[in-house]
């Protein structure tokens, strides 16, 4: 294994070398490594294939803005596609294989769609082709389009690696550790400040590791890991190496990505990556800059690479990307990469400056043309050669290209602000209205020379260091080079014929632009998805400002008025399983165990998720052969002697203060204000706009103290509104509001005997008769000898019903109390199925009804909006569209023919009528089958429904093929008096 474009120098480890796989060829680099370094240390140049045309691709840069280089890493559950070559840390036995072709690389069969039918499917021919004819699109266009698209692939394996999230806390984040980055988090460590320094390279030290830069008479890379290694021993500093800061939000709050075991073979316990939340009072972006390509003719080859992208690779990783590379640049940094080759001994063969003015320097060896360009290359694997626009052909395997630099701008966007163009730099430089509390310098703010980004990074640091009332430490000027930089504003060759490429990875090109200009679309936004210029995976870092440039010129007007896209979060590709972190699998959405759980798993209970919570759904028994057999003995066993049912998970909002009772006469729309002490009543919340919110019953057992019980699912949105109402609409309303929900255990015990089973539970000082405590009573009680407790008398089954409720810790005990002490009555515990039966069976309004489109009128409930006083949703909820006279209303529905199975769902139709939705009269929102009445039972929402009793309509559900004749009858089918809840 002979690294054959391999140099000496670079800041790579020979002593430590590595054994990895491209393409199944085994292959070797060393410690510090690249993946893209590495496979050009091997003469490894074709990478990839781009993504419309599969074009040959070749590495182009070396860092996260890289388009071309992405592959496919690891195998099996562990392969992870669209990984950029640039930023893989090398490891030993790494396995990457490129990606986007058909057949092996060499030879991509899709490369057809480049050589016969790139005439026809230029920018936008999507919109027009696949558009007619209609029939076409199912049976022939998609199925083309979803073979062809995608970049890489996915084993669809569970993925073994785990994540994690974080949260740190600093005085000063400062983002990005180049020479800027590096100094400024030295001189805050040294005021005291607490630091965090963070960077997405592995080695930090930015363009100081890739060029030949002094500071202070030390090689570049030399200060830096000696100023790391200072900084890593000081308390108030933490260095994230490998970290991206990905986005910038409110309040200085900054999201980052920490790969902790990327470039491990093996993991072990710790996670692969962490999702960092950063907290700082400020924040210093030095995050750098990006150099940007130039468009001619077949800019895209193999070999043709950044010059910038060229240096680092010589210097850092000691490769050498070509025998013999000519130069293309517009600006004087293209020079310096010239100018690195030759001191090295190696072959320059032209310098290309599109300007018209004197040589820089003088570059042995290299033909130097000034004001030239060039048109085409060639070499469709590999670039062979380059022509110029007076036809001058020039030998090359490496072209390095230089546009000039455009600052990383992204962070100081992500709160809607804009960049400036700079005429001077020709590029977008940080805009006015930068994220709270941050700062920029160094590159990122238009300083490219060293001396001036370290100059700048000392300014604003200190700035820093006042605003947050330290003392500036003592820091001697360094003393670096002051490298001299200007550009032209010159974006690609006008005079090329061939097509030249501005988003290389998708495709873009010269030509895309103006069409796209041409066609009408001429906003940014516009042009930007009608090419999809910058919308691959480097979101345009590299493509965007050329596509600019050629957009401005089109529309004659200047870069800055043409404008940007906008800049968002992330700012590079963030993995979903870091974004979900230990959110999987059964942890994907975290359940809470009620009280009871322990002693339901021991009765062989069947759970289901409810909310947030695991409940019981019914308990079966042996010789039960299906689920409805042992809900239907539930409900028949707790209508004619007892059940149990733990809702704890009910909200329960304890809510107190001299104004609670005219805070709760806001938020409900019926009064509360005269509500008895020792009383319950249901409450109905309104929406701002008048629509059903949230239904349930508060008690009062004070003057000034109020309990609140919400549905399970609502239990947490219900809060936060009272939250919203106490500090927002009330703020000067004396009442404090706090959740219970997890503070109390709460069992329904309903049927006949629920008294009785109780008197041998709750203490003898309570009397719970039908005199001493009524329906809609509550108390706080003892029971189990001394136990407190609240009770309340409330039904939702119809049947005679308490509420029993006791601290959480007792609730364990609290049921297998209440199950010894009803073993005389049978008693029987019953589920959420059950329950659910038993709340159909009464026509009570629950989650199907309570969808967020339902009025109380629709509901039946409009009579419970109180006219004496306000509160939220009562105006709204008047208006004459809420209101009309054939407005939807609750009511019950039966099969005609008995035995007719009921689906939730279904519309209701005249019958005869056609099945269309101009006539829908309304839906079918609750169904079960009800043992009492020995059929399936509904209700739901008709149009007149109070008003057409007795009438028969159709249920219609084509969905789930069921179509059957209902009758309209009431909501209450059991006990419509409702004389046992009272008795």
């Known amino acids: 294994m002979t690294q054959i474009d391999r140099i000496s120098g670079g800041l790579i480890d020979r002593n430590t070398p590595m054994e990895f796989f491209f393409n199944g060829k085994l292959l070797q680099g060393f410690k510090g490594d690249t993946l893209a370094s590495a496979l050009l240390a091997n003469g490894v140049r074709l990478m990839g294939r781009s993504f419309k045309y599969h074009r040959p691709r070749g590495v182009l840069t070396s860092g996260s803005e890289e388009p071309n280089a992405l592959v496919e890493l690891g195998r099996n559950a562990y392969k992870e596609p669209n990984t950029r070559a640039t930023v893989v840390e090398l490891f030993n036995k790494l396995e990457a294989n ?119 008479g030390l090689p570049g890379f030399v200060w830096a890991q000696q100023t790391l290694e200072q900084l890593s021993n000081m308390k108030n500093v933490k260095v994230l190496n490998r970290t991206t800061v990905y986005g910038a939000y409110d309040h200085g709050i900054f ?94 063969t032209a310098v290309i400056d599109s300007r018209n003015c004197k040589p820089i320097e003088n570059i042995p060896g290299a033909s130097i043309i000034m004001g030239g360009s060039i048109v085409d290359t060639s070499g469709r694997k590999r670039i062979k050669n380059i022509k110029l626009k007076n036809g001058q052909i020039i030998p090359c395997d490496c072209l390095a290209i230089s ?55 000392l300014k604003v640091t200190n700035n820093v260091i006042d605003s947050l009332g330290l003392k500036k430490p003592k820091i001697k000027k360094l003393q670096a080079s002051d490298e001299a930089y200007s550009s032209s504003a010159f974006w690609y060759v006008k005079e090329s014929v061939k097509r030249g490429w501005v988003d290389f990875q998708n495709d873009v090109t010269v030509k895309d632009i103006k069409q796209s200009y041409a066609e009408g679309f001429r906003s940014v936004e516009h042009m930007k998805r009608y090419t999809t210029m910058g919308m691959a995976t480097d979101q345009g870092k590299t493509s965007n400002i050329l596509g600019l440039a050629i957009m401005s010129e089109c529309t004659g007007k200047p870069i800055q008025e043409t404008g940007t896209t906008i800049f968002r979060p992330p700012y590079t590709p963030i993995p979903l399983g870091a974004l979900a972190g230990r959110s999987r699998g059964k942890n994907f959405r975290p359940y809470r165990l009620t009280p009871s759980h322990e002693w339901s798993e021991e009765q062989g209970a069947i759970f289901v998720e409810v909310g947030n919570w695991l409940r019981a759904q019914w308990y079966p028994k042996s010789g039960e052969k299906s689920w409805r057999e042992s809900v239907d003995r539930e409900v028949l066993a707790t209508r004619n002697s007892v059940g149990i ?28 204000g005269k509500l008895s002490v020792g009383k319950v009543r249901y409450g109905l919340m309104l929406r701002e706009d008048g629509i059903a919110y949230d239904d349930g019953t508060t008690a009062r057992f004070g003057e000034n103290h109020f309990i609140m019980t919400t549905t399970t699912a609502n239990a947490v949105l219900v809060f936060r509104r009272l939250e919203f109402v106490r500090q927002c609409l009330c703020p000067d309303m004396d ?23 109780l008197e041998k539970i709750v203490d003898k000082a309570f009397g719970i008769s039908n005199e001493d405590f009524p329906f809609m009573a509550c108390a706080e009680i003892t029971v189990c000898n001394g136990t ?98 054939d407005e939807i209303k609750l009511v019950g529905f039966r099969p005609v023919n008995q035995g007719d199975r009921l689906v939730a769902g279904a519309h209701f139709l005249e019958k005869g009528v056609e099945e269309i939705l101009e006539n829908d009269l309304g839906w079918m929102s609750s169904v079960c089958y009800s043992p009492i009445l020995n059929d399936y039972i509904g209700i739901g929402f008709i149009k007149n429904g109070n008003k057409r009793m007795g009438e028969i309509v159709h249920a219609y559900d084509k969905m789930r093929n069921n179509s059957v004749d209902v009758k309209i009858c009431s909501a209450h089918f059991v006990d419509p008096e409702g004389d046992r809840v009272r008795g």
């Open 788 to 885: 407190p407790a609240r009770l309340f008398r409330i039904s939702f089954s119809g049947e005679l019903a308490y509420e029993l409720a006791v601290p959480a810790r007792y609730g364990d005990s609290l049921i297998r109390a209440l199950m010894n002490a009803g073993e005389e009555f049978n008693v029987t515990p019953y589920g959420t199925e059950a329950l659910g039966v038993m709340r159909i069976e009464k026509g009570h309004a629950a989650g199907n009804e309570l969808n967020g489109q339902t009025t109380a009128l629709n509901l039946g409930l409009e009579k419970m909006i109180s006219q004496k006083k306000d509160s939220i949703g009562k105006v709204l909820a008047q208006r004459p569209e809420m209101n009309k006279d």
């Open 645 to 672: 049912c733990d809702v704890t998970t009910l909200g329960k909002i304890d809510i107190q203060g001299s104004d609670a009772a005219d805070f709760l006469n806001i938020v409900y729309a019926n009064a509360f």
């Open 98 to 216: 490129s990606q986007n072709h058909r057949g092996p690389l060499n030879f991509d069969l899709m490369a057809v769609s480049d050589l016969f039918l790139s005439p026809f499917i230029g920018a936008g021919f999507y919109y027009k082709t696949f558009m007619w004819p209609a029939s076409f699109w199912e049976k022939l266009y998609e199925p083309i389009i979803r073979m062809s698209a995608g970049l890489g692939s996915l084993s669809k394996l569970e993925d073994p690696d785990h994540y994690d999230k974080g949260f740190l806390h600093c005085d000063i984040l400062i983002i990005g550790a180049g020479p800027t980055g590096i100094l400024s988090a030295l001189v805050a460590a040294k005021a005291g400040a607490k630091v965090i320094l963070a960077d997405e390279d592995f080695l930090m030290g930015g363009r100081l590791n890739s060029e030949n830069l002094e500071i202070d």
């Open 255 to 348: 999201g980052a990505l920490e790969s902790c075991t990327d470039h491990l073979r093996e993991s072990g316990s710790k996670p692969r990556q962490i999702l960092w939340k950063i907290y700082s009072k400020k924040s210093i972006l030095t995050a750098g800059a990006v150099e940007r390509p130039l468009a001619f003719g077949n800019n895209d080859r193999p070999g043709v690479m950044m010059a910038g992208a060229v240096r680092a690779y010589v210097n850092r990783w000691g490769v050498l990307p070509g025998k013999r590379t000519a130069v293309f640049t517009n600006n004087d940094d293209g020079w310096a990469t010239a100018r690195t080759l030759t001191d090295k001994g190696f072959e320059v």
């Open 403 to 457: 546009g000039g630099w455009s600052p990383n701008v992204h962070l100081t966007c992500h709160q809607r602000g804009r960049p400036n163009w700079n005429s001077d730099l020709n590029a977008f430089m940080p805009g006015e209205h930068l994220p709270q509390n941050m700062s920029v310098a160094g590159a990122v703010n238009g300083s490219f020379s060293l001396s001036g980004a370290l100059s700048e990074g």
């Open 735 to 757: 009442v404090h509001i706090i959740s219970t929900t997890d503070a109390w255990a709460q069992f329904a015990v309903a049927g006949p005997n629920s008294r009785k089973l």
